[in-house]
């Protein structure tokens, strides 16, 4: 019996994936390899298998692991412990052309997917399934909470503190704080695409533009128009 690893997400991020875990294990096969879909619409993609859950469950495998391709945090959570209960090792992606300035000194936490040309320097800590797309970086003195995700070209700045299940746009730039009073992101918040954080954001806030501010939603009201015969 052979050993499979899952890709849990076969949408854009999750083909994105599968070449790189499929670069960290060559030794193996492309049969080895196949995508994880709960709502799957093909059995094959991108020329591997793709399973629901109870079909890789079921799979006659010696050895089964998984890495979660999906940018949704909460869904995140929530599938790695539906694995950590039947028993499914949760594996960390990298690609090769991630950058890490001083090893001995970043703590990164499991299940993390850092694509490539992702940057991280020192005096950093990282939480659990972490996903870097790429090009972003991280520089000194950060701590990252749980299930953060950040899309491609994120710029992390040192003295920064982001909690969990924070979402950062593409190209989005956070400030740098400075020692003792970090730039706090707080839980849950939304920095939109290409926005500049000067500040901290409070928990579950949206904020764009460029300095970041609240997101502000203008609803038209729709008059009817009545007609007097």
């Known amino acids: 019996m052979k050993q499979l690893i899952g890709v849990y997400g076969a949408s854009g991020f999750g083909r994105q994936v599968m070449p790189l875990i499929k670069s960290q294990y060559p030794y193996l096969d492309k049969s080895s390899f196949v995508f994880i879909d709960d709502s799957k619409v093909t059995d094959n993609l991108n020329g591997h298998e793709v399973l629901n859950f109870s079909e890789f469950l079921n799979y006659l495998s010696a050895e089964k692991s998984v890495t979660i391709a ?21 594996i960390a992606v990298e690609a090769s052309t991630v950058i890490k300035l001083d090893e001995e000194t970043i ?19 990282i939480g659990k399934f972490f996903h870097a797309n790429t090009y972003s970086y991280i520089s000194h003195d950060c701590v990252i909470g749980d299930y953060v995700t950040f899309a491609p070209r994120v710029s992390c700045n040192g003295n ?15 400030k740098q704080g400075i020692p003792g009073k970090p730039l706090i992101i707080g839980r849950g918040a939304i920095i939109g695409m290409g ?3 000067t500040k901290d954001v409070p928990a579950g806030a949206v904020v764009v533009k460029n300095p970041a501010q609240p997101l502000v939603k203008s609803f038209k009201r729709e008059e009817n128009s009545v007609k007097i015969a």
Do not use: F, M, Q
């Open 195 to 197: 926005a500049v954080v």
């Open 107 to 125: 703590e990164l936490g499991e299940g993390s997917i850092l694509c490539n040309n992702v940057c991280l320097k020192v005096d950093i800590k």
């Open 70 to 90: 999906i940018a949704d945090s909460k869904v995140r959570e929530i599938l790695a412990d539906k694995l950590r209960r039947n028993n499914i090792p949760l």
């Open 160 to 174: 920064i503190h982001i909690h969990d299940h924070v979402y950062i746009g593409t190209g989005a730039i956070i």
